[in-house]
């Protein structure tokens, strides 16, 4: 966030003398000045709304900019709400949400971070574009918006042209010119005992390198699947297939912030409406229905969906535990030949009878 601040303020003070009114920033439809008035509000606004974890309005209260106010006091509003913002992300809790309504009506405090710093980088571009001024912010700060606010987007080969190709500001060779766009926070579905919030590639990438992720884990955590889970959806994002919510989940205990377990899906739903799932716990955290609870709100999720109506999971024959899991989470025991389509279709395991691979199914009501 400093950085980011830094970076624009220093580019935009050489010109505080211009005149910003009259100049329109870049493609916007603000003048500069009211771009980086634009700037200055939502760091304030986002520290206030993180700080006082509001749930339910976009803006708590305004920031009203006198008029005659000049440019280099504008620049100092906006020094004075990253502050602020960096301030409030440092002593809020991680797993803390609060309102934004791209697309999933809340962000926790990193995703405010990507948040702020995407408008800091992509507004100080347009204003800068509109003063004819030269600017371009280290590849690392466009990549950290990206690999949070942009999940669905395919990394370009240079991070900061994706993020303005991304963003309608800019093209890529070899893709379609982008005419509507909008910040992407990771989906969060609640359970009485459980969070599972979605894994951004971000926290993937982290997880797939033997880290965290960015999550407190108990002990034993995570579980060797989840880190596979985890290098899948790396995978899928560098191919540029990677669908947010048809992902990977971290389960998080309510009770004390700790992360259990892992569940998502296998990609996106099939041409048929068909999505597979999967998932671990830490052997601690075994024995005590969380997989269950989980599994029955992500299950009862996706099958609210358009076009979903069969949700799969692929469990061996000797993992009676995981069988009783899904079969309490809703899910039955497909028939001999409806685990034959269904396997040989999806290409799980090979075509012979005496596969160890049992098929569980749950549909749509």
Same mark, same amino acid.
């Given at each position: ?11 935009? &003070?050489? +010109? ?16 500069? &000045? ?6 200055? *509000? ?54 803390? &949400?609060?309102?934004?309504?791209? =697309? ?10 990507? !948040? ?16 004819? !001024? ?12 990206? %690999? ?12 900061? =042209? %994706? ?11 070899? &893709? ?19 969070? !599972?919030?979605?894994? %951004?590639?971000?926290? +993937? ?38 669908? $947010? ?23 996106? $739903? ?52 995981? *069988? ?14 409806? *685990? ?26």
């Amino acid at each position: 966030m400093e950085e980011a601040v830094a970076g624009a303020v220093g580019v935009l &003070r050489g +010109a505080v003398e211009r005149d910003w009114d009259g100049v329109r920033a870049g493609r916007c439809e603000w003048s500069c &000045r009211e771009t980086a008035q634009h700037i200055a *509000q939502d760091l304030i606004v986002y520290a206030g709304r993180l700080a006082g974890r509001v749930q339910d309005t976009y803006r708590p209260f305004d920031v009203v900019v006198d008029d005659s106010t000049d440019n280099a006091r504008v620049l100092q509003l906006i020094e004075g709400g990253g502050v602020l913002l960096t301030a409030t992300i440092r002593v809020t809790p991680p797993r803390a &949400r609060a309102y934004h309504p791209r =697309p999933y009506y809340s962000a926790n405090p990193e995703g405010f971070a990507a !948040l702020a710093v995407g408008e800091v980088l992509l507004h100080t571009h347009d204003i800068a574009e509109g003063l004819g !001024l030269p600017y371009e912010p280290p590849a690392d700060l466009a990549e950290f918006v990206l %690999t949070r606010m942009f999940p669905h987007i395919q990394p370009g080969p240079e991070h900061w =042209p %994706t993020l303005l190709w991304a963003t309608g500001r800019g093209e890529l060779p070899g &893709r379609a010119p982008v005419t509507e766009w909008d910040w992407y926070n990771n989906l969060v579905l609640p359970t009485d005992r459980l969070t !599972l919030e979605g894994l %951004t590639p971000a926290a +993937a990438a982290d997880l797939r390198l033997g880290g965290d992720g960015g999550y407190d884990w108990v002990a034993d955590g995570p579980f060797d699947g989840t880190r596979e889970a985890a290098g899948m959806l790396v995978k899928a994002y560098e191919a540029g297939v990677h669908r $947010p919510e048809w992902g990977v989940f971290v389960l998080v205990r309510r009770e004390d912030g700790k992360a259990v377990g892992g569940m998502g899906f296998h990609g996106a $739903p099939d041409e048929d409406g068909r999505a597979e799932v999967g998932y671990d716990l830490a052997p601690s955290a075994r024995g005590r229905g969380y997989a269950t609870e989980a599994l029955r709100a992500l299950s009862e999720w996706a099958l609210a969906r358009d076009g979903v109506r069969l949700l799969m999971a692929t469990i061996e024959e000797t993992n009676r535990a995981s *069988q009783a899991v899904v079969t309490r989470a809703g899910y039955t025991r497909a028939t001999v030949g409806e *685990q034959h389509e269904v396997l040989t279709h999806e290409q799980h395991a090979p075509h012979e009878e005496d596969t160890d691979l049992r098929l569980y199914l749950r549909e749509r009501p």
